[in-house]
């Protein structure tokens, strides 16, 4: 009888851990929903514009960028979903795709095409290619395609937001991937 008690007595312990414990996930949950929340009404006030206009813009996006050919129709099914939960504040696919928007932008810069001329010129080809046939080195190009980001990552150090081993991290990995872009031959339409 004893030992049944005591088996019982830590079941009951061990259940009551398991409800703690996923309590205090939950909660954990529900303040990284909150953050988000509050991140895309903020982003919404600058921007002049309802948090229902910005998820309607994000939505567009995305339509935009299936129709380009940039994504396949399942991850942007995927990401209708959760910009429509209301979950779109995954910082590092979110900040993967700016990241990749932004690094796409300055390419063209760098090449001296405009946006519109840019995608008309990169199905079948590479960044690298394009910068080879103008006579630019693809190392040129891939500082191009980072310095936006390195300038940001700079005042963030100079005001405190993050520290340079942080700003070091984020750079390296944006190096990485502006190589990876670079050489990326973008598929034909």
Known sequence: MRLNRNALAALAGGAALLVGGGTAVA??????????????????????????????????????????????????????????????CRPLAVRALIAKGTMLRAAGRFLGLSPRELRAELPGTSLAALSAA?????????????????????????????DQTRADRVLERLEQAAARLAVKTFPAR
Do not use: F, H, Y
């Open 134 to 162: 103008q006579g630019k080195s693809v190392e040129a190009l891939e500082a191009a395609m980072v310095a936006p980001a390195k300038a940001r990552l700079a005042r963030a150090v100079a005001t405190g937001r993050i």
């Open 27 to 88: 909660a954990q949950g529900a303040g990284s929903a909150a953050k988000c929340e509050a991140r895309l009404a903020k982003i919404a006030e600058k921007r002049g514009i309802t948090v229902a206009e910005l998820q309607a813009r994000m939505s567009a996006r995305v339509d935009a960028a299936l129709e380009n050919g940039r994504i396949s129709a399942a991850r942007a099914a995927r990401l209708k979903a959760r910009i429509a939960q209301g979950a779109a």
